[in-house]
């Protein structure tokens, strides 16, 4: 799934791998495969100029574009950034080494909330160590919408037909209809996921214009869609920063909602083991951390003190996350959502 909005993902490609260096003298390399523009610029120089070394970097815009490259074969790779149902299979898998708490001090800064999200593959941050809790949500824009009920009932709402669009990301849509009948959006009893298919075919479908996993931040920007479910920071890319409060209201619904924790891992063959476990240690002081999350404008929820050193106001509160759950790998039972997503689009048709 691809999070960010496809101008920046356009530039991403268009320069591939970036290098950082404070100098042209033969340097050991440091070597990040990450989400676009992930980690900001000025982090990355300031951490090839403190433990001299060059940083390069080669950037993916999904989970599956990354696992697939590095399954395929791809080396070289030191570190990466998986969200946490890749990370738990590539744990799995044996693609990534143990933490070495010795070079992490600080670790102390890691919300022990974030660790508890990760309980089912890696509580103790063994193989991983979490870089940012992300929520999906319900962004409607203030000046279109008047009166709604911070629910996935406004999906129901056939006076917003033609105006509204879901995520095209079947676990994501899937999800937020599961969630709003009571379910786990992890669960993989047939009839609750029946039940949340029929939700969305009977109920939502014929009020959405379509199915939308990129596109929909233009869209709400542009004032054509009205209400999106999906991820904040691909409508708040799109909306002139001086507008973010007038224009958009992005909530967590009542009844929870899907959310993505990635983590940084490293990888079995890095070649600069103590350069990685540095990055990550780094990544985590409080004054760097501000740094990615005003980048970003995320709330500082993985690391308990970035939020003192942070200049801008993120795009939610940190306190949505609590009603968050993650997306998490349920094996061959996927097979099943698939089954059932392609009905929901052949309704769409």
Same mark, same amino acid.
């Given at each position: 799934?691809?999070?960010?909005?496809?101008?920046?993902?356009?530039?991403?490609?268009?320069?591939? $791998?970036?290098?950082?260096?404070?100098?042209?003298?033969?340097?050991? %390399?440091?070597?990040?495969?990450?989400?676009?523009?992930?980690?900001?610029?000025?982090?990355?120089?300031?951490?090839?100029?403190?433990?001299?070394? %060059?940083?390069?970097? !080669?950037?993916?815009?999904?989970?599956?574009?990354?696992?697939?490259?590095?399954?395929?074969?791809?080396?070289?790779? !030191?570190?990466?950034?998986?969200?946490?149902?890749? $990370?738990?299979? &590539?744990?799995?898998?044996?693609?990534?080494?143990?933490?070495?708490?010795?070079?992490?001090?600080?670790?102390?800064?890691?919300?022990?909330?974030?660790?508890?999200?990760?309980?089912?593959?890696?509580?103790?941050? $063994?193989?991983?160590?979490?870089?940012?809790?992300?929520?999906?949500?319900?962004?409607?824009?203030?000046?279109?919408?008047?009166?709604?009920?911070?629910?996935?009932?406004?999906?129901?709402?056939?006076?917003?037909?033609?105006? &509204?669009?879901?995520? #095209?990301?079947?676990?994501?849509?899937?999800?937020?209809?599961?969630?709003?009948?009571?379910?786990? +959006?992890?669960? $993989?009893?047939?009839?609750?996921?029946?039940?949340?298919?029929?939700?969305?075919?009977?109920?939502?479908?014929?009020?959405?214009?379509?199915?939308?996993?990129?596109?929909?931040?233009?869209?709400?920007?542009?004032?054509?869609?009205?209400?999106?479910?999906?991820?904040?920071?691909?409508?708040?890319?799109?909306?002139?920063?001086?507008?973010?409060?007038?224009?958009?209201?992005?909530?967590?619904?009542?009844?929870?909602?899907?959310?993505?924790? #990635?983590?940084?891992?490293?990888?079995?063959?890095?070649?600069?083991?103590?350069?990685?476990?540095?990055?990550? !240690?780094?990544?985590?002081?409080?004054?760097?951390?501000?740094?990615?999350? #005003?980048?970003?404008?995320?709330?500082?929820?993985?690391?308990?003190?970035?939020?003192?050193?942070?200049?801008?106001?993120? &795009?939610?509160?940190?306190?949505?996350?609590?009603?968050?759950?993650?997306? &998490?790998?349920?094996?061959? #039972? +996927?097979?099943?959502?698939?089954?059932?997503?392609?009905?929901?689009?052949?309704?769409?048709?």
């Amino acid at each position: 799934m691809k999070r960010f909005n496809s101008a920046r993902l356009a530039a991403a490609a268009a320069v591939l $791998t970036l290098f950082f260096s404070c100098s042209r003298e033969k340097k050991e %390399t440091f070597n990040l495969y990450n989400w676009s523009y992930y980690t900001p610029d000025s982090v990355l120089e300031q951490f090839a100029r403190e433990y001299n070394c %060059t940083v390069k970097v !080669d950037y993916f815009d999904s989970n599956e574009m990354m696992y697939a490259k590095l399954r395929a074969g791809a080396k070289g790779y !030191d570190l990466t950034i998986p969200s946490q149902d890749y $990370t738990s299979i &590539m744990i799995k898998q044996g693609m990534v080494q143990k933490i070495d708490h010795s070079q992490f001090p600080n670790a102390k800064y890691i919300n022990p909330e974030a660790l508890k999200k990760a309980a089912a593959y890696d509580p103790d941050m $063994t193989w991983s160590v979490p870089y940012c809790l992300a929520a999906s949500g319900i962004s409607v824009n203030r000046t279109k919408v008047k009166d709604y009920e911070k629910s996935y009932s406004i999906f129901s709402r056939a006076d917003l037909g033609g105006h &509204m669009t879901m995520m #095209d990301d079947m676990r994501v849509t899937m999800g937020s209809a599961l969630r709003h009948l009571g379910y786990s +959006l992890n669960t $993989t009893d047939e009839a609750q996921l029946r039940e949340a298919a029929g939700l969305i075919i009977r109920e939502w479908r014929p009020n959405l214009v379509k199915f939308d996993a990129e596109g929909y931040g233009k869209s709400f920007a542009s004032g054509d869609f009205w209400v999106c479910d999906g991820y904040a920071e691909i409508v708040f890319a799109e909306v002139p920063e001086e507008k973010h409060d007038e224009v958009i209201d992005f909530f967590v619904p009542e009844e929870g909602s899907a959310a993505y924790l #990635d983590s940084m891992v490293i990888l079995k063959d890095a070649r600069h083991y103590d350069l990685a476990m540095k990055f990550i !240690d780094f990544s985590h002081r409080p004054e760097i951390y501000a740094q990615f999350c #005003d980048a970003l404008k995320f709330p500082s929820y993985i690391n308990t003190e970035a939020g003192k050193y942070t200049k801008k106001k993120p &795009m939610y509160p940190a306190e949505l996350l609590e009603k968050c759950e993650l997306k &998490m790998d349920v094996g061959e #039972d +996927l097979s099943k959502y698939d089954a059932l997503w392609q009905e929901i689009r052949f309704s769409a048709e």
